[in-house]
């Protein structure tokens, strides 16, 4: 068979079939491009890591993590400048999906201190308030329904 038929049949590049017909390519070769930094296994420790401090309310920046991995490669010359970059690291999330980029929102300290507990504490106190004042029930233009955008908890 033709290499220009097989390329079209199988969908393999033309190019990498002339490789393999010329032997250039070793069958122990497991990818292409430039050795790789961190292993396997070390990427899977920074997922694992990042993952860890996210469920913990703790999240790893962009920052953080670049900084942590030239701590981790710091011997090594592969990077420009010794430093891992923008291009590193967006390749680092496309490669571990459960990975994304997101931003804190910054909470005052009112919220924070909201708990589980202390909503159904909130919602059983308003249930016997209702329980036993009826009468706000009866009449509609006593209920209001308010957007908090503009309300300042702590001022």
Known sequence: MKVATASIEFRIPRTTLRDKLAGKT??????????VV??????NELVTWITSNAAKRFPINREGLLYSVHHIVKHTNT?????????WFYSFLRWHPIIREKY???LNKSRVAITGHGIRLWFEETKETLEKDTEVLNFANRVWNMDETAVFLNS
């Open 79 to 87: 990077f420009i400048d010794g430093k891992t970059g923008k291009k």
């Open 104 to 106: 804190g929102e910054y």
């Open 26 to 35: 070793d069958a122990s070769m497991k990818t292409v491009g430039p050795a």
């Open 38 to 43: 961190l292993g396997v296994d070390t990427k």
